[in-house]
């Protein structure tokens, strides 16, 4: 059974960074997608970036881009979230989730792609 286990939320001051790690374990394939979303409080949970471990193409919503990281452990099968110069704006839940890669075109941005989730871990970032 697929488990993700996600870890690193916490407290942070706004211009600050945060690092979370994303534990999957139970895979019986080889071709998968690893996301994080997140969802702030009254809004819809929301795509922040997703890599395909096999290639590592990334893929990262406007929001975060060139503020956060996406990468993986291979060894570990785990994937991180560097997140930096945070706003309080990033204050969410986030949620890591992974897809099944197919082999024809799959927007990963999409919620439904995914099959496994996370419990989530709070970030909230304060100004």
């Known amino acids: 059974q697929v488990q993700l286990v996600e870890s690193g939320g916490r407290l942070v001051q706004a211009g600050g960074s945060l690092r979370l790690s994303c534990a999957a374990s139970?895979?019986?394939?080889?071709?998968?997608?690893l996301g994080w979303f997140r969802q702030a409080p009254g809004k819809e949970r929301e795509f922040v970036t997703s890599i395909k471990w096999s290639g590592g193409t990334r893929n990262y919503a406007d929001s975060v881009k060139g503020r956060f990281t996406i990468s993986r452990d291979n060894a570990k099968n785990t994937v991180y979230l560097q997140m930096d110069t945070l706003k309080p704006e990033d204050t969410a839940v986030y949620y890591c989730a992974l897809a099944i890669d197919r082999p024809y075109y799959i927007d990963y941005s999409l919620i439904r792609e995914y099959q496994y989730w996370g419990q989530g871990t709070q970030v909230t970032v304060s100004s």
């Open positions: 139970g895979l019986t394939f080889t071709r998968y997608v």
